[in-house]
């Protein structure tokens, strides 16, 4: 089968490796029928993260179950599954409580010796604990297995966020970063019942999403500008819940400072920079909270999906760009000049 | 009246200072009974706050209310009060909210041009705001004066860490700092029904208070042997709720690193030090959460109140010194170097 693999800093390939099998009992074979970029791939991409030459990428996917192991209960030959971005064993302590991403036997695809989700298919170890499986009718609708292809990491990430800020009915919420979970944390803080979403992002097509997912507010300003901003939509309060979806010094300083005395701000941007934005004092002083990490996205999806299906939120205009496996390395260079929100990688 | 006034790091002198009178129709003047010191005051007095000379110090005191102003409500001449350490109005959006201590017209004991808990006497801002009612009988008993005073800080801050933490019925909770705060937080962490209290702390008169405020274990060491030892009584896992109230980049460190994943730092030490200690990317891949700050024990104290009088819980063994007004010097010598773990400081 054809793949994506890593060769090094804006090199990636699309070749040919052997095709995946059934390896243990619990694994499952997934065809591949939507996979697509995320925004923390491209720290791999710029050889940010370590990864050597030879991995493989991509973990969010979506696909048709073709082989089972013979400890597989969950799933069948023939069933679409979504994928989430870790596996995960579903029976460990952790498991068990909700936080998949801390499964005692958890992996990220793409980690040496696994499947990437930017290929044509792929092992998925622990399959019952890993995989959920979608209405088999929804293969023929591009926009609906879009929005499905969400549930395996952005929405999911979006909605981790939001409840770390704690997110609740009445809510004034605002949300750093205007990237595909930045809008799905409007998209999760409006579904969780918030009266208030101030976005900040200067992309236009990217805030016209954002009030398409229910901001009723749009700052274009950063940094101090950006507080002040904040502060004068909120009575000078700020935010009783904010999102922050970047991961760089700036962003997590801008949204501890627009965040209300008293409130959270709720963290998924995967940590890069110098210093860490985390000011202490200004935590302490005004008891604001910092809460998230990476998103247990699996064990959200059971209480996300059926709002996918009945239409209740629609996650799929983050897509802006689709294309084919083979061209996979244009879909990264352009998300990386941002000329794409994010790749939509399709196989069928 | 006689105060304790702030010279310089280390220079604290008992002088003669005008009596305090009610200046504004909202203020009460409070007779000291019973004050105490603060650890966050060892910081003043070495130092390194700040402080100018000539400001007053001391922020924990209770005593009988002596006049109030015409448009005082809520106490009466006579009556006993417990004064928290930081006043608030009682009806701004914040104080409502039971966030005390972001209360818009707030301010702290010993700031320029107010009075300090550590003299005969104080005029209290916002006084229906500010003061609790205590039950008058409790002058005659010593010991209850002593658990009362807690309310005014350790108490509240012990439990405020402790709800940070996210203390809950059965929960295994681990507190960093065997000061008077961090034994307050055992006592707390304990009254919210933690099944499990392991105290991490080297003294053993103090770590025999937090046995007997309901700690389940000692942990005498520090660093990664206090990581490893807290993580080989809890299964590999840490601990759900971890307490941190020291306040230096180490304590903080160690607070993340005992935290079991998903689970939550409360902080209440008062940031110190170079660095935060606050590693993001721990708290992102294990999604250990950290909330805390200034303790609002003013919205506390209806809470924990009926719990004193009651005799469920005594912290009155914080105390283990006690010294007249003209004696408070020796109390911060006392302290300072560690031969006391809190000084009770007594007008009566």
Known sequence: MRATIFHGPFDLRVEDVPDPVVQLPTDAVVRVLRACVCGS?????????????????GHEFLGTVEAVGADVRTVRVGDLVVVPFVWSDGVCDHCREGLTTSCEHGGFW?????????????RVPYADGTLVRLPKEAVSDDRLLA???TLSDVLGTGHHAALGAGV??????????????????????KRLGADRVIALGRHEARTDIARRFGA???????????????????????AHAVVEAVGTEQSM???????RDGGAVGFVGVPHGSGTGVDLTTMFNRNVALRGGVAPVRAY?????PDILDGTIDPSPVFDLTVGVEDVPAGYKAMDERTALKVLITNA
């Open 41 to 57: 791939d491209l720290w791999s991409y710029r050889g940010e993260t370590g990864r050597k030459a030879g991995q493989r990428i």
């Open 253 to 259: 300083r801008t949204a501890l400072d627009i965040a």
């Open 301 to 305: 999806i059971p209480e996300l999906l």
């Open 147 to 149: 929005a499905l292809l």
């Open 216 to 238: 009723t507010d749009v700052v274009a300003e950063r940094g101090e500008a950006a507080v002040e901003a904040v502060r004068a939509l909120t009575r000078g309060q700020g």
């Open 168 to 189: 609740r009915a009445g809510a004034t919420v605002a949300v750093v970063g205007d990237g595909a979970v930045g809008l799905c944390a409007v998209l999760a803080a």
């Open 110 to 122: 793409g980690s040496a010796g696994s499947d990437g989700g930017q290929g044509e298919a792929a």
